[in-house]
């Protein structure tokens, strides 16, 4: 991280990520972003960690693809309550051993994942990490008066999930070098 200096790396990502909503009145590369709040419905917020070689492994994955991910993971709790994601924050610990490429890299995959779902970049963090890299993203979304929540459900509801029940543990589990049957 010494050998980056932020404002820098600021400057550089504005032009990775998506341009501001309507409703970002301030976005990245200030002290706080400055968000225009809806009428009539309900913030939602919810952050989402990711470690190297606990949540990702760089041997099986790009940085840019763990960008992607990390989005992904983070405005699915949002989707998961019936809301829209809107705005999102990025707080990144950057190792040593990081070239300035893996860095904008990492943005490209966070600014893909951005326009996919709509999102403004607001702002955020980098720090030096001592071992390895460490993504934490801030979603805000919003949502009509009715939020679903987890103890919402009530017998007779419909369930719904998206892919495979268990696919992700089978591909966690077969790059790990486990049951090859996967």
């Known amino acids: 991280m010494a050998k980056f200096r932020e ?15 309507p409703d970002t009145v301030v976005g990245i590369g200030d002290d706080a972003a400055v968000l225009e709040p809806q009428s009539g419905g309900r913030l939602l917020v919810s952050t989402d960690m990711m470690v190297e070689n606990v949540h990702f492994s760089l041997g099986w994955m790009t940085i840019r693809e763990v960008g992607f991910k990390a989005v992904s993971a983070a405005v699915s709790d949002i989707a998961a309550m019936g809301g829209e994601p809107r705005h999102i924050l990025a707080s990144v610990g950057i ?26 970049m607001v702002g955020g963090d980098t720090v030096a990490s001592p071992a390895g890299w460490v993504i934490d993203m801030v979603v805000l979304g919003s949502a009509t008066d009715r939020v ?16 495979y029940l268990g696919g992700a543990a089978a591909g966690l589990d077969w790059l790990r070098g486990g049951d090859k049957r996967w």
């Open 7 to 21: 404002s820098d790396l600021i400057r550089q990502w504005q032009t990775r990520v998506p341009i501001p909503r």
């Open 95 to 120: 190792p040593a051993s990081a070239r300035l490429e893996d860095a904008n890299a990492l943005y490209d995959g966070i600014g893909e994942a951005c326009r996919l779902y709509g999102l403004d």
């Open 148 to 163: 679903l929540t987890r103890g919402g459900g009530r017998p007779g509801d419909v369930v719904a999930v998206t892919g």
